[in-house]
C-alpha cells in the first residue's frame, strides 16, 4: 500500500468518523436536554450574569455531577 | 454593587491592550489609506523615499492591521470576557497578573520593532507572515504567554462549565499556533555558513508549490482563526451581555463550533485554483468553501435570532446597531468568499481587485466594527465611566458604513472589469487589450476606494476621540451598568 | 460522553486540535515529495540571480506582480506557457503573488531585455504611459547583498541538496573565492546598462541592486 492510497482511506473513514460523531453529537445534545439531564441553554446566562460574585452557573466539578 | 471590595475583576492588562488597539488600529487604518490613495495617485509613492513605495507599505498595513489591531483587540477582549466568564478575578492570582504584564510589554515592543524590520526590508515574503526568523521567534513567545494566560484562569476558576466564547478564543490560541509554527518555519543563513551574509536572512522549509500549499494553508486559516473564530468569541459574549437577551440557541453555537473547526482548515487550497498545486485539492478546496458556509451563517443567525422580539433595541442602542451590522457583513463576506471559491467565478476573480473588496467587507465591516463595540462596551466599565458621547457614536457608523459600501462596490466593479478585461478578445480570437489598458481605467475606481479610505479613517478618529474623552472626563458611573452601555 | 469534553480543557483542547490538524494531515503531507520534483535538466539560480530574488522580496514586488501563468488561452496569449510545478522547485519561497496590479512575470526573461528594465526601473511611466508603478530609483544606488545569496546557495545546497556545483563552500575563504565568479556575472549585465554609476560600481567590484534584480528578471523564462 503506497502512500496515496494510505491518503485515500484515511481521508475517506476520518470523514465518516467525523460525520458520525457531528450527528451523534447532535443527536446526544436534544437527547441528553429531553431526558432532563442537562439545560443547554442555561450556559447563555453565564454570559449575562457573570459578576465575580455571582453564584456560578455549574459550580460542581465534572465527578460529583448527577 | 460589590460588598466585598477585595474581589473585583482587574482590568489593568485589558486596559493597555485597548490602549494598542485603538493606537494600531489608527497606524493600520492610516497607512491603508495612503497606500490606496497610491494606486489612484502613484506621485505619492515618494514621501519618504525608497520607505514609502506601495510595495513596501503594503505588508506594514496588512501586519498592523492583523497583529496590531485585531490581535491587541483580541487580547483586550480575553483580558476583560475571560475573567468574567469563568467568574474568577486576575488580581486573585499574582502569577497570572505577571504574566499578563509580560504579555503586554513583550508585544508592544515586539510590535514595534516587527514593524521597523518590514520597513527596512526584512521580509520571508510569505504573506501575513513575512516577519524573519529573530521576530517569529518573539511572537512565538508573546503566543506562549498568552497561552499560560488562558489555561491559567481557566485552570483556578469558579465557573465549571466553558462558556462558547471560551472555546473560541482557546480554539484561535490552538489554530494560529499550529499554523504560525509550520509556515514560518525556515532555516537561518547565517548560523549554517560560519556568519556569512546577514543574520535576519533565512530560507523557507518548503520550495515551490509546496511552500505554496503550506503558505495558504496559513493564510487562509490565520483568517479563520484570527478574523472568524476570536470575533465570534466577542459577539458571542457582548452581544447577549450588551442587550441583555441570552443566546438564541446555545446547542446551535456549540454545533456551528464544531463545524467551523473541522470545515474551515479544508477550504485554503482555493487560494489556488488553477495553479500548479493537485487538481482534486483544488476540488476539495472548492467544496468545502461552500459547506463553510453553513456553520459561519450558523453563528451568524443565532447572533441575528438573539436580538428575535428585541428589534427596538436597534433604535435605541448604538452599540447593538453596530453588532447587527457586524452579523451581517459576516454573513456577506462568507457568501462572497464560497462564491469566488467556485473554479469558473475563480478564473476572473483571481488576482483582481475583486480579492481586496472580498477581505475588506469582512474586516472592515465585521471585526472593526466588532472590536469597536466591544471596546465601547468594556471602557465603561473598566474605567467606571460612561460614554462620552452616544451623538458621536451614530455619526461614525454612518460615515464608515458608507465607507465600507463604497469600498467593496468600487472593488467589486474593479474587480470584474479588469478580469473580463484580461480575457476578452476580439473576432479574430486575439487579445482585445494590452494590460496597461486594464489598469489606466480603474483609475476612477481606486480614487472612489481612496476616499472611501479617508472616510473610515475618519470614522476610526472620531472613535479614537470619544474613547479618550470616556477614559478621561466623562461623567462618573457609581456602580457598573448590568446590560445596557449608557451613554451621554 | 460529550459533556466531559465540554467541561474539562484538557480534552476539549485535545479535540479541537484533533479536528483541525486532519485537514492539514490528509491534504498536503503526502504530496510533499511529489511535488517537489524539479523539471529534468533544471538548475537551481545562479548566487546573483539569487541575490536579484532577494532584492525582489525586499522591495515586495509580489504584492503586485505574480508569477503563475494559469492555464488558460488568454493567459498563455500574454504572458507565454502556463506553469508548471517543476519549475518552482528551487524557489525558496515561493513567489507567485496573489494580486496582479501590474502583468504576470514568470516569463518575462523571455520579452524583456536588460535596457528595457534598466529604463523601466527608473521611470515606469515615461516606458509605459499610464502606468502606476512607482519607480525604484533606488535600486540604482543601493548594493544588493551578494554575500547573503552566497550563504542562501550554500544553505539550500547543504541543507536540501539543491544541485549547485562544489566549488560552494561555505566558509570565509571560500566566498573570497567564489566572488570574482558573481562580479563577471554582474558585469556582463552592466555591459548591456547605460547608467554610469552602475558601471562604475561595478567595476570597482560592487554589485548596485538594479544589476541582480536584472539578472533575476531575465532568469524568469
Known amino acids: 500500500m503506497d502512500i496515496r492510497e494510505l491518503q485515500g482511506y484515511a481521508s475517506f473513514f476520518m470523514t465518516i468518523f467525523l460525520v458520525i460523531m457531528l450527528y451523534g453529537y447532535i443527536i446526544y445534545l436534544y437527547r441528553s436536554e429531553k431526558r432532563g439531564d442537562r439545560d443547554y441553554e442555561k450556559y447563555g446566562n453565564i454570559a449575562l450574569d457573570d459578576e465575580v460574585t455571582s453564584t456560578p452557573v455549574e459550580d460542581k466539578p465534572a465527578s460529583q455531577r448527577e | 454593587m460589590q460588598s466585598n471590595a477585595a474581589l473585583e475583576y482587574d482590568y489593568s492588562i485589558a486596559k493597555l491592550f485597548t490602549y494598542t488597539t485603538i493606537l494600531f488600529g489608527f497606524l493600520g487604518m492610516l497607512v491603508g489609506t495612503l497606500i490606496a490613495a497610491q494606486m489612484a495617485f502613484p506621485e505619492l509613492n515618494y514621501l519618504i523615499g525608497e520607505y514609502g513605495t506601495f510595495s513596501r507599505l503594503r505588508p506594514i498595513h ?29 488580581a486573585e492570582s499574582k502569577f497570572l497578573m505577571a504574566i499578563g504584564k509580560i504579555h503586554f510589554w513583550l508585544y508592544f515592543v515586539g510590535a514595534l520593532v516587527a514593524t521597523v524590520s518590514l520597513l527596512l526590508g526584512y521580509s520571508q515574503s510569505h504573506e501575513y507572515a513575512q516577519y524573519e526568523w529573530p521576530i517569529d521567534i518573539v511572537i512565538v513567545l508573546i503566543w506562549i504567554l498568552w497561552g499560560i494566560s488562558i489555561f491559567g484562569i481557566v485552570g483556578i476558576r469558579r465557573e465549571k462549565s466553558l462558556y462558547i466564547s471560551l472555546w473560541y478564543y482557546i480554539a484561535c490560541f490552538l489554530g494560529v499556533s499550529m499554523l504560525y509554527l509550520f509556515n514560518n518555519i525556515s532555516v537561518p543563513t547565517y548560523f549554517l555558513t560560519d556568519g556569512l551574509g546577514s543574520v535576519m536572512h533565512s530560507v523557507s522549509m518548503y520550495s515551490g508549490t509546496n511552500d505554496a500549499l503550506v503558505q495558504w494553508w496559513y493564510g487562509h486559516n490565520a483568517v479563520a482563526f484570527g478574523f472568524t473564530v476570536p470575533i465570534v468569541a466577542m459577539i458571542y459574549y457582548f452581544l447577549p451581555k450588551e442587550s441583555g437577551q441570552a443566546i438564541y440557541s446555545y446547542k446551535l453555537s456549540l ?116 472590536i469597536m463595540s466591544a471596546l465601547f462596551h468594556m471602557v465603561p466599565r473598566m474605567f467606571k465611566r460612561e460614554i462620552y458621547s452616544k451623538k458621536l457614536i451614530e455619526v461614525q457608523f454612518w460615515i464608515q458604513t458608507v465607507a465600507v459600501v463604497l469600498y467593496f462596490t468600487s472593488m467589486w466593479i474593479a474587480g470584474i472589469t479588469q478580469g473580463m478585461m484580461w480575457r476578452a478578445v476580439d473576432e479574430y480570437g486575439n487579445l482585445m487589450y494590452s494590460f496597461i489598458d486594464t489598469v489606466t481605467v480603474l483609475h476612477p475606481y481606486y480614487a472612489i476606494r481612496a476616499l472611501s479610505g479617508v472616510l473610515y479613517l475618519t470614522g476610526f478618529l472620531i472613535f479614537a476621540y470619544n474613547m479618550y474623552k470616556s477614559m478621561t472626563s466623562s461623567k462618573q458611573l457609581t456602580e457598573e451598568p448590568q446590560f445596557k452601555t449608557p451613554m451621554a | 460522553m460529550f459533556h466531559w469534553l465540554e467541561k474539562n480543557p484538557f480534552f476539549f483542547s485535545v479535540a479541537v486540535f484533533v479536528v483541525i490538524s486532519f485537514a492539514g494531515l490528509i491534504e498536503i503531507v503526502p504530496n510533499f515529495a511529489e511535488a517537489s520534483r524539479p523539471l529534468v535538466g533544471m538548475k537551481p539560480r545562479t548566487v546573483l540571480q539569487l541575490a536579484g530574488k532577494n532584492v525582489y522580496v525586499k522591495d515586495n514586488c509580489m504584492s503586485c506582480h505574480s508569477q503563475l501563468i494559469r492555464p488558460f488561452k488568454s493567459e498563455t496569449d500574454r504572458y507565454g506557457d502556463y506553469s508548471l510545478s517543476g519549475e518552482y522547485a528551487y524557489d525558496r519561497p515561493f513567489l507567485w503573488g496573489s494580486k496582479r496590479t501590474g502583468p504576470d512575470l514568470h516569463r518575462i526573461g523571455n ?64 566566498w573570497d573565492a567564489y566572488k570574482p565568479k558573481v562580479l563577471a556575472e554582474a558585469k556582463a549585465i552592466a555591459d548591456n546598462m547605460k547608467n554610469k554609476d552602475v558601471k562604475d560600481a561595478v567595476a570597482n567590484g560592487e554589485v548596485p541592486e538594479i544589476v541582480a534584480i536584472i539578472a533575476y528578471l531575465n532568469s524568469l523564462k
Do not use: C
Not at chain 2, 62 to 86: D, M
Not at chain 2, 305 to 319: C, I, R
Open chain 2, 62 to 90: 496588512t501586519n498592523t492591521v492583523v497583529f496590531g489591531f485585531t490581535v491587541s483587540g483580541i487580547f483586550a477582549t480575553w483580558y476583560y470576557v475571560g475573567q468574567r466568564v469563568l467568574k474568577v478575578s486576575m
Open chain 2, 255 to 370: 454545533l456551528s463550533f464544531w463545524g467551523l473547526m473541522f470545515v474551515y482548515l479544508w477550504a485554503g487550497s482555493h487560494h489556488l485554483l488553477w495553479s500548479t498545486v493537485p487538481d482534486w485539492m483544488q476540488t476539495m478546496g472548492s467544496a468545502f468553501s461552500i459547506v463553510l458556509i453553513l456553520p459561519s451563517w450558523g453563528s451568524a443567525i443565532n447572533m441575528l435570532l438573539t436580538m428575535k422580539g428585541e428589534w427596538n433595541q436597534l433604535t435605541e442602542n448604538p452599540l447593538i446597531k453596530f453588532m447587527v451590522l457586524a452579523s451581517t457583513f459576516y454573513m456577506l463576506s462568507t457568501l462572497e468568499g464560497p462564491i469566488q471559491a467556485i473554479k469558473s467565478v475563480n478564473a476572473i476573480a483571481h488576482f483582481t481587485d475583486w480579492i481586496p473588496g472580498h477581505v475588506h467587507d469582512g474586516v472592515l465591516g465585521w471585526v472593526v466594527f466588532m
Open chain 3, 111 to 174: 520579452y524583456r531585455t536588460t535596457d528595457w528594465h534598466e529604463n523601466h526601473m527608473f521611470n515606469p511611466s515615461e516606458i509605459v504611459p499610464g502606468s502606476i508603478m512607482p519607480a525604484y530609483k533606488h535600486q540604482f544606488t543601493n548594493l544588493a547583498d551578494i554575500e547573503t545569496a552566497y550563504a542562501e546557495a550554500v544553505t539550500v545546497k547543504n541543507v536540501f541538496n539543491t544541485p549547485y556545483a562544489d566549488d560552494l563552500i561555505g566558509t570565509r575563504a571560500g
